[in-house]
C-alpha cells in the first residue's frame, strides 16, 4: 500500500510559477504527475524513474515544468514555471511498484496508459490571465 499526499496548489496569474509536492509512503518503481478535470481524459505531466532519476515529460509542459524527487524525504515534486490559463487543472500525483523504465517514460508518450496504482487526492492550479 502506497499512501501520496499532495499540497501546493492554488491561484497565480500567467507567467507565474507553483510547486507542487507530494509525500509518498514508501519508495516506488516510477512516479508521476498528472491531471485532469472533471469529465475531461487524463493527461501526462511529468514522470520519473526513481532508481536512475530518468525524468519525461508530457509535450504540452516541456521545458517550463520540472519533475524531482527528494529520496530523503520521499517527496516527489513539480516545479511550475511560465504558467498560462490552458494549465488551469486538478493536478494528481501517482505511485507505480512495478512500472519499468520504459513504460514509465510511456505514459508520457502516450504509448502506455497511465494505470497506475496510487494515486493521491488532487490539488487544484488555477492560471488566470
Known amino acids: 500500500q502506497v499512501q501520496l499526499v499532495e499540497s501546493g496548489g492554488g491561484s497565480v496569474q500567467t507567467g507565474g510559477s507553483l510547486r507542487l509536492s507530494c509525500e509518498v509512503s514508501?519508495?516506488?518503481?516510477?512516479m508521476g504527475w498528472f491531471r485532469q478535470a472533471p469529465g475531461d481524459e487524463r493527461e501526462g505531466v511529468a514522470s520519473?524513474?526513481?532508481?536512475?532519476?530518468?525524468?519525461y515529460y508530457g509535450d504540452s509542459v516541456k521545458g517550463r515544468f520540472t519533475i524531482s524527487q527528494d529520496t530523503a524525504k520521499n517527496t516527489l515534486y513539480l516545479q511550475m514555471n511560465s504558467l498560462k490559463p490552458e494549465d488551469t487543472n486538478i493536478y494528481y500525483c501517482?505511485?507505480?511498484?512495478?512500472?519499468?523504465?520504459?513504460?514509465?517514460?510511456?505514459?508520457?508518450?502516450?504509448?502506455?496508459?497511465?494505470?497506475?496504482?496510487?494515486w493521491g487526492q488532487g490539488t487544484q492550479v488555477t492560471v488566470s490571465s
Open positions: 520519473i524513474f526513481t532508481a536512475d532519476g530518468s525524468t
Open positions: 501517482a505511485a507505480d511498484l512495478g512500472l519499468s523504465n520504459i513504460e514509465c517514460r510511456g505514459v508520457m508518450t502516450g504509448s502506455i496508459a497511465p494505470n497506475f496504482g496510487y
Open positions: 514508501r519508495s516506488s518503481k516510477c
